[in-house]
């Protein structure tokens, strides 16, 4: 059996992978007011396929769907906050009335702390794992059933390294993330079990991306922080393959394994070499201010993202940004 794959899998590295078109779904993006997700959105509108956005913040979602309807599209946004769970369900409803049955839902909204542990307010710790990680029960829960009845689904899960290396600073993150990963592991597996072979798993775990607003200037090294648009294109490619995993970039899985075959003194060495400071905003000012500049030649292509001019100052005192924050919009930290 091991060995029908292990030959398909060298088959398709040959001749190419098969790839499916998406233009006859309906897509719903968690988190599409905002970097990844708006990206994938506009990647899916251009294929065809029907793109229904949930995000928290009002302007984001009316930029998306401005942007796609301008290409001509089908994008409904609707604002949901995806921590609450009888939210979830109810937009779930609307959804299916106004839109019809979703095909392919991406688990994308996600939200990052990024203080020690002793220094995150509790309600950021809940917060973390509501979005991160509950909010894709609460999804799954509601759009799995008619996958299965129309026997075609995909469910994606937009996890994060951090969900197979823990990282200092980002522990209430980290911990939801290694759920995130756990949840698509364990439901595809499940999936195969019931014999639901037409629902398909995808998760995607991503190191640092530049300027999505999420991990903007964070300290890393070594390893080079992703470009927005092609972590966009990655996920596209994941998900027209069926694949079950997608590490960005590739070559971190191969270091993936080393993490089990060495002593672990040797991965956290190698981790706090390569990222400093997982905090975003992190950087001394000076290479943020440069940063900046080169983000912005860089995103006036697409123009995706504005978050990043928010906060340029490098995170000294907590509990004084914890309270300059606005409460409302998803109390996005920094
Ligand atoms: N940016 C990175 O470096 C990076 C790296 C690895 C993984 N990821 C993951 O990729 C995903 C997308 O990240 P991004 O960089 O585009 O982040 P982002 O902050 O740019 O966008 C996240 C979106 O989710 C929305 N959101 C937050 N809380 C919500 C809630 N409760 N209900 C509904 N919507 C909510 C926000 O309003 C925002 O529009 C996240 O899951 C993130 O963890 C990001
Ligand atoms: C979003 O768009 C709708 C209609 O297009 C408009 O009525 C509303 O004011 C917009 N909201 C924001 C926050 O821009
Ligand atoms: C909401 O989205 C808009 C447009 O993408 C962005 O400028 C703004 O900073 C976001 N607000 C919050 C609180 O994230
Ligand atoms: C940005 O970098 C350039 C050269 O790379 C340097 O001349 C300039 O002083 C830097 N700007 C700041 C604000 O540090
Ligand atoms: C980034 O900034 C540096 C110095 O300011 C410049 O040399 C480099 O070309 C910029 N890169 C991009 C992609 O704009
Ligand atoms: C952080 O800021 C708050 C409010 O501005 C202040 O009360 C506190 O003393 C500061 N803490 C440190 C360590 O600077």
């Avoid at 080393?258 to 905090?279: E, Y």
Wanted: aromatic share 8%; net charge positive.
């Amino acid at each position: 059996m091991a060995l029908i794959f292990l030959l398909q899998t060298f088959y398709y590295l040959a001749f190419g992978w098969p790839e499916k078109s998406l233009s006859k779904d309906i897509a719903l993006i968690t988190g599409g007011g905002n970097g990844l997700g708006r990206l994938l959105a506009l990647r899916l509108c251009k294929m065809g396929t029907k793109v229904v956005i949930w995000d928290i913040n009002k302007t984001g979602i009316n930029k998306t769907v401005e942007m796609l309807n301008d290409l001509g599209g089908y994008c409904k946004g609707y604002v949901v906050d995806i921590s609450k769970r009888e939210e979830v369900y109810k937009a779930a409803e609307e959804v299916q009335r106004d839109v019809g049955d979703i095909s392919v839902l991406i688990n994308n909204a996600g939200v990052v702390s990024g203080f020690n542990l002793l220094d995150t307010p509790d309600h950021l710790i809940e917060r973390s794992f509501n979005v991160n990680v509950m909010a894709h029960f609460w999804t799954t829960k509601a759009f799995l059933p008619k996958m299965i009845e129309n026997e075609n689904g995909h469910i994606v899960t937009i996890a994060s390294m951090a969900g197979h290396v823990g990282i200092n600073k980002l522990v209430d993150y980290s911990a939801s993330k290694f759920a995130a990963v756990g949840f698509d592991e364990a439901l595809r597996l499940e999936l195969e079990v019931l014999g639901h072979n037409n629902i398909k798993t995808t998760c995607i775990c991503p190191f640092f991306i530049q300027q999505t607003g999420m991990f903007d200037n964070v300290w890393a090294r070594w390893v080079s922080t992703l470009n927005p648009n092609e972590v966009a294109d990655r996920i596209i490619t994941a998900i027209k393959r069926n694949e079950k995993l997608a590490i960005i970039p590739s070559f971190l899985r191969g270091l993936l394994i080393l993490k089990w075959a060495t002593p672990f003194r040797c991965t956290t060495a190698f981790l706090r070499c390569i990222v400093p400071d997982a905090a975003p905003h992190s950087r001394p000012e000076k290479s943020v201010l440069n940063a900046t500049a080169n983000a912005t030649t860089i995103t006036s292509k697409v123009d995706i993202m504005s978050t990043f001019k928010e906060n340029l100052s490098p995170l000294t005192n907590a509990s004084s940004l914890l309270m300059q924050r606005s409460s409302s919009l998803g109390e996005r930290v920094l």
